[in-house]
């Protein structure tokens, strides 16, 4: 049976990620980044890869990220030993700040040592490239070994010899209080000369330089000081970690193919970046970090994705983390998937679907970190004016909305918000994107899509904004109303809309699901944390900051113990469902935790400010 996602913990060099399990097992990790093929992949299937490093015998498991870090450690209690294994990867060397991802050397390394007694400690190497299909041929060397198989070839560095069978390698050993053995992972391709083997020195040395390199980003850019202080610190973090350095692309998640709902086929490839999870993702390292490097994600988008819409087309919804377009989805018969939910799927089949509120996020990011703009190319000012431009022609136009509904397209009425919201940014952008000549037939779009939210999205049976124009069905997405500023939150028809959503939306617990109607699939999806926090939200623009708070502690109670989140939450079990960690509820989290702060500041300043004279 396979681990619940609870167990695992993230690890990033900005280029990958790998998942690291409580009991010391590396059970996901795509070289050289994070849409390539995995290298360990145990998660989907049990002959899939692993790397396991942990003592011997029944053991108590704890587990921390050392301060301010990315860098996992965990530590194993038992009566006869205290064991502390230290899992990362490396970052370039001395890459400071801004510079937090240049030049990864694609390393994963690992440091497991006795810090009381003595303890009998296992090893267990064994890769699979290519998703588990290629079983690799072991040669020792000097100080470790290389695994070969495939287009990949990787080299483990390690302070004793291993016994090798088969495909797998493995070693039992005995460390003293005060010992410690280092093991580094390192990633070529076939066609790369072979890296050679690092030093238990070297290792220490990358370690120590890999803790100053996240300290030193974190000192620099987090200086939030609000409600749930440290999971928005840590979820600032998380959300770098999923970010790909090399072109500022950030991914949804750092899998693929972890169920919406166990043994059924919602089961996605997140591991690319869709235009509205980044823009999002963007809006919230303005919160929970710093977005100095904005302007990098903007020239990416706008060399990834301009030429299209310059010829009619749409902005394509997701990319590649290196601009690639062709994400055509198939499926991995040979893996059985996390507790059988099968298909596994690379590539996301929503790659190529009209999605119209795109417009809205990317221009709404770029409004936000406008003053990080300034060093943005003039091609991709003209992006943004196309995409305010495409809005205009578009917003009219059916799509598959936000939750990439895999029917027949309608006429959403979030996707409709967002176009509006991509008019108001860019109007408000004019000088910065020197388009004022355009300010006066912006606005009037803008107006005749507010009016018609306003007479085909409201529905008088449901009392509340609905899912699409014409429709009674309610969406948590509507929450955004308010918090985009299309309506005040003390407008009574927000405040309808959000007690319907609270009511009639949720499990008995207080979370809240995206929709309840048909989406063209089989099967039922779990609770979404991130419409969760979006309530809260909301609730905290509304005034009402006991429930706000109270919603967003329900969301947040679901962060494993080193504070990470998955997509959705199981409404019978509880248990975390999904990809993970998952970047749109980490931005969920954020955001509504800084709105909730926001709002308690205003309270508190009404409340001591001095009665107005009278007479």
């Known amino acids: 049976m396979n681990k619940p996602v609870a167990d695992y913990a993230i690890i990033s060099d900005c280029h990958s990620a790998a998942l690291v399990s409580r009991d010391g097992s590396v059970?996901?990790?795509?070289?050289?980044?994070?849409?390539?093929?995995?290298?360990?992949?145990?998660?989907?299937d049990e002959g899939a890869g692993h790397w396991w490093i942990a003592p011997v015998g029944p053991h108590e498991a704890s587990r921390r990220y050392l301060d301010r870090t990315l860098i996992l450690e965990t530590t194993f209690e038992s009566p006869s030993a205290t064991v502390v294994l230290q899992d990362l990867m490396a970052l370039g060397r001395n890459k400071r700040g801004h510079e937090l991802g240049g030049g990864s050397p694609h390393v994963l390394l690992r440091r497991v040592s006795c810090m009381r007694g003595s303890a009998a400690i296992d090893v267990e190497f064994a890769p699979r490239a290519e998703y588990g299909m290629v079983h690799p041929m072991f040669m020792t060397i000097d100080g470790g070994l290389i695994a070969r198989g495939g287009a990949h070839v990787l080299t483990l560095s390690t302070p004793m010899a291993l016994s090798i069978e088969g495909s797998v390698a493995r070693r039992r050993f005995t460390l003293q209080q005060?010992?410690?053995?280092?093991?580094?992972?390192q990633h070529r391709t076939s066609a790369e000369p072979v890296a050679s083997p690092w030093t238990a020195d070297e290792i220490s040395a990358r370690i120590d330089d890999a803790a100053e390199a996240w300290r030193t980003y974190s000192d620099l850019h987090q200086s939030y000081d609000g409600p749930f202080r440290e999971l928005v610190l840590n979820s600032g973090r998380v959300l770098q970690g999923l970010t790909y350095f090399p072109t500022g692309a950030i991914v949804a998640a750092a899998t693929t193919s972890l169920p919406e709902a166990i043994g059924g086929p919602r089961n996605w490839d997140y591991r690319y970046t869709w235009v509205r999870d980044a823009s999002l993702t963007m809006e919230a390292l303005w919160i929970a970090a710093c977005p100095d490097e904005a302007y990098k994600y903007f020239d990416f988008l706008a060399i990834a994705g301009a030429t299209r819409m310059q010829r009619g087309g749409d902005l394509q919804i997701m990319f590649g983390v290196g601009g690639e377009q062709d994400l055509t989805e198939r499926e991995l018969a040979h893996l059985s998937g996390w507790r059988e939910s099968r298909p596994v799927r690379i590539g996301n089949g929503a790659w190529n679907q009209r999605?119209?509120?795109?417009?809205?996020?990317?221009?709404?990011?770029?409004?936000?970190?406008?003053?990080?703009?300034?060093?943005?190319?003039?091609?991709?000012?003209?992006?943004?004016?196309?995409?305010?431009?495409?809005?205009?022609?578009?917003?009219?136009?059916?799509?598959?909305?936000?939750?990439?509904?895999?029917?027949?397209?309608?006429?959403?009425?979030?996707?409709?918000?967002?176009?509006?919201?991509?008019?108001?940014?860019?109007?408000?952008?004019?000088?910065?994107?020197?388009v004022r000549d355009r300010v006066d037939r912006w606005t009037q779009t803008r107006d005749e899509i507010r009016h018609a939210i306003i007479k085909d999205g409201w529905s008088d049976r449901t009392q509340a904004f609905t899912q699409a124009f014409g429709s009674d069905e309610l969406d948590a997405s509507n929450l955004m109303m308010p918090i985009v500023g299309f309506l005040p939150a003390d407008d009574p028809r927000i405040l309808a809309t959000i007690r319907a959503t609270a009511?009639?939306?949720?499990?008995?617990?207080?979370?809240?699901?995206?929709?309840?109607?048909?989406?063209?699939?089989?099967?039922?999806?779990?609770?979404?944390?991130?419409?969760?926090?979006?309530?809260?939200?909301?609730?905290?623009?509304?005034?009402?900051?006991?429930?706000a708070r109270a919603t967003c502690a329900r969301a947040a109670a679901f962060a494993n113990d080193v504070g990470l989140l998955a997509e959705e939450v199981d409404p019978t079990t509880r248990e975390l469902l999904g990809n993970f960690p998952q970047a749109f509820s980490?931005?969920?989290?954020?955001?509504?935790?800084?709105?909730?702060?926001?709002?308690?500041?205003?309270?508190?300043?009404?409340?001591?400010?001095p009665k107005a004279p009278t007479g």
């Open 503 to 547: 009511e009639r939306l949720t499990d008995p617990h207080g979370l809240v699901y995206r929709y309840r109607g048909e989406d063209g699939l089989p099967g039922e999806e779990g609770t979404f944390l991130l419409c969760t926090c979006w309530l809260a939200q909301a609730q905290a623009l509304a005034g009402d900051l006991e429930q």
């Open 586 to 609: 980490h931005i969920g989290l954020v955001n509504a935790a800084w709105a909730l702060g926001e709002a308690e500041e205003r309270r508190r300043r009404a409340t001591h400010q």
């Open 27 to 44: 059970d996901w990790l795509c070289f050289p980044r994070f849409d390539a093929p995995s290298v360990f992949g145990r998660i989907l």
């Open 178 to 185: 005060g010992q410690s053995a280092a093991f580094a992972c």
């Open 355 to 434: 999605q119209i509120d795109v417009y809205g996020e990317l221009l709404g990011a770029a409004h936000r970190l406008r003053d990080y703009l300034g060093r943005i190319r003039e091609s991709t000012r003209e992006f943004l004016a196309e995409v305010a431009e495409t809005a205009t022609r578009r917003w009219k136009e059916k799509d598959h909305g936000i939750w990439e509904i895999r029917g027949e397209p309608r006429d959403f009425l979030y996707s409709k918000l967002m176009c509006w919201v991509a008019l108001d940014r860019a109007i408000a952008m004019a000088d910065l994107l020197c």
